[in-house]
């Protein structure tokens, strides 16, 4: 049964159950750019508490009932990811707006962890033609394969959230979304014990952590149902039963035949759990003037 909300359209999304759809009406978009604007990009950035400030003006418009279906949503086992977006996506709205509205969203959830490649509680970024990273993220034309975040710091990542901001010259870059109940291998790779052991993980200097630490591919929830945090870039397997574990599940979860893939448009802000949705990315087809700009937030619950 899908809740109702007044200012916002909420549906489940066509092409998965588990994806829960939230449209921002008009009306309400232009109700929040006031108190939007009481606060400068430099007063969200270094003042924490406003942060949560314009969260509540958000909240509130929703008679203080879309914090409690986020929340829901994205703590849900059956569940666990929503896109949510204006109804009708505005240029005229300012990046600053978006930054502002995913900041609100985000702090509905939870506390956002430290960006520390952007030094900031959030990072912006943007994905071009021609790119000198360590890092698949901003490679245009690689797949970016199924993974988790947080899987290479100590913080607890609970949650992921990514924000498109602009697009140009944009063809392919789809997202891609995998559940883990909905993964054919997921209950053979879990019962594997090489599974449950400590691997190393790392990361480039791009991340600008200066630190690895150790923990397993997969756990379990209070249920025993299992949870994972993996990435195919940054373990650092200590032998070769480990290596090979690593690659039976790269080759699984991108063979997978259960994969959501979705086409965000811009405005659009995506919000998944960060232990049993798997996320990555379509190749874009080249183009010298390709560009798409992102926001990623990423926090825990607590």
Request: net charge positive; aromatic share 12%.
């Amino acid at each position: 049964m899908i809740e109702k909300i007044e200012g916002f359209e909420i549906s489940r999304n066509q092409l998965s159950q588990r994806i829960i759809d939230i449209r921002i009406d008009d009306e309400t978009i232009k109700k929040l750019i006031f108190p939007f604007n009481k606060f400068d990009l430099t007063a969200i950035e270094y003042k924490p508490f406003t942060r949560f400030t314009i969260a509540r003006s958000l909240d509130d418009l929703s008679k203080n009932k879309l914090s409690i279906l986020l929340n829901k949503i994205v703590r849900d086992r059956n569940t666990g990811c929503f896109i949510i977006s204006p109804k009708n996506f505005q240029k005229k709205l300012d990046e600053n707006f978006y930054i502002k509205l995913s900041t609100a969203i985000s702090h509905l959830i939870g506390k956002p962890n430290h960006d520390s490649m952007s030094g900031k509680y959030y990072a912006k970024f943007y994905i071009k033609h021609e790119d000198a990273s360590d890092s698949y993220l901003r490679k245009a034309y690689k797949n970016m394969d199924l993974h988790t975040d947080g899987t290479y710091v100590n913080e607890i990542t609970d949650w992921l959230m990514m924000t498109k901001l602009e697009e140009k010259n944009v063809e392919g870059g789809e997202t891609v979304m995998l559940h883990l109940d909905d993964w054919e291998h997921c209950k053979e790779l879990f019962n594997n014990p090489i599974g449950k052991q400590n691997f190393i993980w790392g990361s480039p200097k791009s991340k600008n952590v200066d630190y690895k630490v150790e923990h397993p591919v997969f756990f379990a929830d209070e249920k025993g149902r299992p949870k994972i945090s993996y990435i195919d870039q940054f373990p650092e397997p200590k032998n070769m039963e480990q290596g090979n574990f690593l690659q039976n599940l790269s080759d699984g979860l991108e063979e997978s035949n259960n994969k959501v893939i979705t086409k965000l448009s811009p405005g659009s802000t995506i919000v998944a759990n960060n232990y049993f949705w798997l996320h990555g990315r379509k190749p874009f087809k080249e183009n010298e003037k390709l560009s798409r700009g992102l926001i990623r937030i990423r926090g825990s619950f607590n």
